[in-house]
Nanobody
Framework: QVQLVESGGGSVQAGGSLRLSCAAS????????MGWFRQAPGKEREFVAH?????????DYAESVKGRFTISRDNAKNTVYLQMNNLKPEDTAIYYC????????????????????WGRGTQVTVSS
């Protein structure tokens, strides 16, 4: 069965950096678009970043993380990354990666329902 396993979370001070990884197994990774979402306590899960399938030529970001976060993928390693710089306390959340099989149809990359597979998440805590 498909598995997505996130790692790289932790506790940092404001202004610091973290790099999250999401390792995928039991799927043909290059055929999948990948997304990162996050969920803070008491809040709904929200979109963070998205990268298209194959070469990952196109990326999208939530306005709140543009210029600070970078999503990338390494198809040889079946892994998607989220480089997070200049972290802020409001970035504190559990971060989840998600996978969507490419279908050549339009979809909302920011919607949780667009993704079929999810990891269990990794905690990121940013202190002021």
């Amino acid at each position: 069965q498909v598995q997505l396993v996130e790692s790289g979370g932790g506790s940092v001070q404001a202004g610091g950096s973290l790099r999250l990884s999401c390792a995928a197994s039991e799927l043909t990774f290059r055929f999948y678009a990948m997304g990162w979402f996050r969920q803070a306590p008491g809040k709904e899960r929200e979109f963070v970043a998205h990268i298209t399938y194959s070469s990952g030529r196109s990326t999208d970001y939530a306005e709140s993380v543009k210029g600070r976060f970078t999503i990338s993928r390494d198809n040889a390693k079946n892994t998607v990354y989220l480089q997070m710089n200049n972290l802020k306390p409001e970035d504190t959340a559990i971060y989840y990666c998600a996978a969507r099989l490419n279908s050549y149809s339009n979809y909302d990359a920011t919607a949780t329902l667009s993704y079929a597979y999810w990891g269990r998440g990794t905690q990121v805590t940013v202190s002021s």
